[in-house]
């Protein structure tokens, strides 16, 4: 099994239950594996593998249309990149919101999701 890996993208989007959130958005951490199985070793062309270019494209959309939860964000991305990439085996994503509008709290929160192709 191969997987490729895209980590720590870094984005200003407004996802939230909270009017602030929705006004003046939040800092998102986005991780995401997928794998799938090539169809022969070694890889040789970009045909052969999943696109990490596009994968980026994917997550860049969805996290500039606001959500009001990760796990809807989750879900909804994970579900995308199997239905993009027929290749694709399984999914693992999460989302992190860097400062979320907790008072006194020191840390991010977030989600993660995993997802296999039936």
Request: hydrophobic share 40%; glycine share 4%; no cysteine.
């Amino acid at each position: 099994m191969l997987s490729i890996h895209l980590n720590n993208l870094l984005f200003h989007s407004f996802h939230g239950l909270y009017e602030e959130e929705t006004v003046l958005g939040n800092d998102f951490k986005v991780d995401v594996t997928v794998w799938h199985q090539p169809a022969r070793i070694p890889v040789k062309s970009l045909h052969e593998t999943i696109n990490y270019v596009t994968v980026y494209e994917l997550i860049k959309k969805r996290m500039e249309t606001p959500t009001l939860l990760l796990e809807t964000l989750a879900t909804t991305i994970a579900q995308e990149i199997l239905a993009t990439f027929q290749q694709a085996e399984k999914v693992k994503i999460s989302i992190d919101k860097l400062q979320p509008p907790i008072p006194d709290f020191h840390g991010s929160v977030g989600v993660e999701f995993e997802l296999k192709r039936n």
